[in-house]
């Protein structure tokens, strides 16, 4: 009632009624609802109800009683730890009020009482009668909500309790506060942690251990709010768990469109990987890309990207592979994806709104064919064949393993994608491999919703050409996607197929591109001629068939395709030589 009337009240009834201060008169500018409690005229179920409701509570004691500075302990903080659901913390507020009637102070006795009971956020001294205290009161109780002490600082420690290391470094005061400091204030914050730990301050800069010392500071001296600023700023919530409305940001993608990264997103995702890249060689050792995923929360990446993209000859993801995952993640479940750039700090780095900036969603795919051109990057083939046909070895040729390396894959490990760059036209473009399992009358819509059709045989099989027939009829007979029929471990004697037409006479009837051989049984990497011809049909699926089958058509897509492979590698160590 002080609070409200600004003077103290002759007759004060027993309960003041409920009232909410507007959040135009306060310093957070936070609506604050403050509801009172009388034993006289309430019940406790009243009481219970209202402290479950409660986001801080005061317990309000005498200074000149000292019994009710003894209920404190003894009934009050117990009654509401009993109340309060363990995962969800209160903070309490202790005030001692009256003041005005003693000389001495009551923080001899309470320091102890706060020291035991890590839920007591602080304590406030005041006098309704003397106006002491008042308004700072609600603005510490609206303080302990806002910026809470207790998931920050650890008061039996003296030092700040574990934090999001990481993600706390980036652009600290740019970021956080829209203004750097002048440079004597910044002098003067350093020269401050010098002076207190020897390893606060490296190369004139402030050392992680310096900067978790300052935020220490902070909090000791009661400016919370600074340190809460940083980590809201980062997404963080109270419980120092990042936000689902940060990790997830809205991003509307509408049907037969694609999503794929931009290129600020690769840039982005390039100079992470320069970043754990320590010794330069243009892969990610295991201790590499552990040190890289540290700010997750989980490891995301299991053993089968190994075998999903590209790697050295000790099986490390190189620089492509690991852009290809990337790629891949964008492609298949775009959410994951945002969720994994908020980890790494996407949207504060890269001075954006979210990380749906990161993210490019393509026009629908009638456009494309209607107006016979796509600007998408990312081209989707479905790999279709009976069992033992040899696809996963098609997969796994077009990351350039051979035979012999493929052998020493684990089944545990194995993948139903591969992801790789190929070129056409001088372009560079990802084609993504899809491995179907073999059941064609439970195929999904996608496996069925694919830029192109790769149906393996194996020419050394007589039942094996069958399945691919099967298929073809059943779902892309009267499709517009376009199929390519390859037959594999072409290394192996070609027998007949128990098929009522031959491989080639079956793609003459349905006016589709002759069947093209493979083979995995080979000394260096598989050819790569054909995955770029499957990367031409997914990008120009309006050219006829008959088109695909002159010869003119291939050598114009796949011309150069060698030498901007090499020359796009080149580039990239050159720039790795620079930085």
């Known amino acids: 009632m002080s609070l409200v009337g600004e003077e103290f009240p002759e007759e004060v009834p027993l309960r003041a009624e409920e009232i909410t201060i507007p959040a135009d008169v306060t310093p957070e500018r936070v609506p604050t609802h403050i509801v009172d409690y009388s034993e006289a005229e309430q019940t406790d179920e009243q009481l219970f109800q209202e402290i479950s ?322 600007q998408r990057s990312v081209f989707r083939c479905s790999v279709f064949g009976a069992k033992g046909s040899g696809k996963s070895g098609f997969l796994q040729g077009f990351l350039g393993r051979n035979i012999t390396r493929q052998k020493n894959i684990r089944e545990d490990h194995k993948s139903y994608y591969a992801i790789s760059t190929t070129y056409v036209y001088g372009q560079e473009k990802y084609l993504l491999l899809h491995e179907v399992l073999p059941d064609p009358d439970f195929l999904s819509e996608g496996d069925l919703s694919c830029d192109a059709v790769c149906l393996v045989y194996d020419i050394s099989n007589p039942r094996s050409f069958e399945y691919c027939a099967r298929v073809y009829k059943q779902y892309f007979l009267d499709s517009r996607t376009p199929c390519l029929v390859v037959g594999a471990k072409a290394d192996l004697p070609e027998v007949r197929q128990q098929y009522s037409l031959s491989p080639l006479d079956f793609c003459r009837k349905h006016k589709l591109h002759a069947p093209q051989l493979f083979t995995c049984n080979t000394a260096d990497a598989p050819s790569r001629d054909i995955y770029t011809k499957l990367t031409t049909m997914a990008m120009y699926p309006h050219v006829t068939q008959t088109d695909l089958k002159n010869s003119t058509f291939w050598l114009r897509a796949s011309v150069g395709a060698t030498v901007f492979a090499v020359f796009g590698f080149a580039v990239y160590k050159a720039l790795l030589k620079q930085r």
């Open 53 to 374: 409701k409660a986001n801080v509570i005061c317990i309000v004691y005498a200074v000149n009683n000292k019994k009710s500075i003894e209920k404190v302990t003894s009934h009050w903080i117990p009654l509401i730890s009993e109340r309060i659901d363990k995962d969800n913390r209160v903070p309490l507020i202790l005030v001692g009020n009256k003041s005005d009637l003693v000389e001495h102070s009551s923080m001899e006795t309470i320091l102890p009482i706060m020291n035991q009971y890590s839920e007591i956020e602080t304590c406030v001294e005041c006098s309704a009668k003397n106006l002491k205290n008042i308004s700072e009161l609600f603005y510490y109780a609206q303080k302990a909500v806002l910026h809470p002490t207790g998931p920050l600082y650890c008061p039996e420690e003296k030092e700040v309790r574990p934090l999001p290391h990481s993600s706390f470094f980036f652009f600290f005061l740019k970021t956080c506060f829209n203004t750097p400091l002048a440079p004597q204030a910044l002098e003067d914050v350093k020269n401050v942690v010098r002076r207190n730990m020897a390893d606060g301050v490296q190369d004139n800069g402030l050392t992680l251990k310096g900067f978790l010392f300052l935020h220490t500071l902070f909090i000791q001296r009661g400016r919370h709010e600074t340190t809460w600023t940083v980590l809201r700023r980062f997404g963080y919530d109270d419980d120092l768990e990042l936000t689902q409305e940060y990790l997830f940001p809205p991003l509307k993608i509408p049907p037969d469109c694609t999503t794929e990264l931009n290129h600020n997103a690769y840039l982005f995702l390039q100079s992470v990987f320069d970043k754990h890249d320590k010794d330069r060689d243009c892969a990610l050792s295991p201790e590499e890309l552990k040190d890289l995923f540290r700010v997750f929360p989980y490891m995301p990446w299991g053993p089968d990207v190994n075998n999903t993209v590209c790697t050295n000859e000790q099986g490390w993801i190189t620089y492509q592979g690991y852009l290809s995952q990337w790629t891949l993640t964008t492609y298949l479940d775009v959410q994951r994806c945002l969720e994994y750039l908020g980890y790494l700090g996407y949207s504060i780095i890269a001075e954006q709104e979210s990380q749906a900036a990161a993210i490019t969603v393509t026009r629908n795919k009638r456009i494309d064919l209607q107006k016979k051109q796509t």
